[in-house]
């Protein structure tokens, strides 16, 4: 099998207590559970799937025993002086050369929109945005396999405050926007996509999350989205790109 890898940058201790997610899997730990709901996938495309947590000491694996990626989301922000997103950005340097696939979630595309690519991230002029909510697919998203057998308006949900003003070679490459974000999913070519939405989470993750942090957007979610026909895509595209 090919060796699929969730990279977890959900947030060091000050962002987040493993014992408030025991609910999810017995270790409280974004890879943990990510893994778990996405592993029969993964699976499926002939990948095993493990996990690694950059924000708490694990160390990335050598990229030629890794065929393909997702990076998740983080409390953090991107741009932030710490020494794992250091390393997961020259990790990320080495790991392009090999054009293998990658799906990266949320700060995962704010960093690559950002830092990868001349997209600018800023604030959104409207504040946070939490919840399941509708995008709107472009004419590329629509043909994209990315968003295979999807509506033209998929749901998914969100959490960010900040999102990306993308460039003009970007642009090229949006697939999907919602109201005044112009770049909720990208292509950026040789097989690397990310999206400000979550396809990996569930809508428990974010009842605990905001049941302790902000109550208000507590009842926003909910469990009819697209996340998990985005994430079978991306392992089923990912799985072609092997056997092309």
């Not at 025993?65 to 002086?81: A, K, M, R």
């Not at 396999?145 to 003003?165: D, Q, R, T, W």
Request: a neutral charge; hydrophobic letters at 35%; aromatic letters at 12%.
């Amino acid at each position: 099998m090919k060796n699929a890898l969730f990279i977890s940058m959900l947030g060091e201790r000050e962002h987040i207590h493993f014992e408030d997610y025991r609910s999810l899997c017995d270790s409280g730990k974004e890879k943990d559970w990510v893994i778990n709901w996405h592993k029969s996938i993964a699976e499926e495309n002939d990948f095993q799937f493990s996990g690694v947590d950059i924000c708490h000491g694990e160390k990335l694996p050598d990229i030629n025993n890794v065929d393909t990626v997702i990076l998740g989301g983080t409390l953090h922000v991107v741009t932030e002086d710490r020494k794992w997103l250091h390393d997961l950005r020259n990790w990320l340097i080495d790991y392009r050369k090999s054009k293998n696939p990658l799906l990266a979630i949320c700060g995962g595309h704010q960093m690559l929109s950002s830092q990868f690519g001349e997209g600018e991230l800023v604030g959104r002029s409207e504040g946070t945005l939490a919840g399941t909510y509708k995008v709107k697919l472009t004419k590329e998203g629509k043909n994209h396999p990315l968003f295979s057998g999807m509506s033209e308006f998929p749901k998914f949900h969100f959490a960010n405050y900040l999102h990306v003003i993308p460039s003009a070679d970007q642009k090229k490459g949006i697939l999907a926007i919602h109201n005044n974000s112009p770049a909720l999913a990208i292509d950026h070519g040789n097989n690397w996509f990310s999206t400000q939405f979550h396809p990996e989470a569930r809508k428990q993750s974010w009842d605990i999350y905001y049941n302790l942090k902000e109550e208000k957007y507590h009842s926003k979610y909910s469990n009819k989205h697209e996340g998990v026909k985005l994430i079978s895509n991306f392992f089923n595209l990912s799985n072609k790109k092997f056997n092309s």
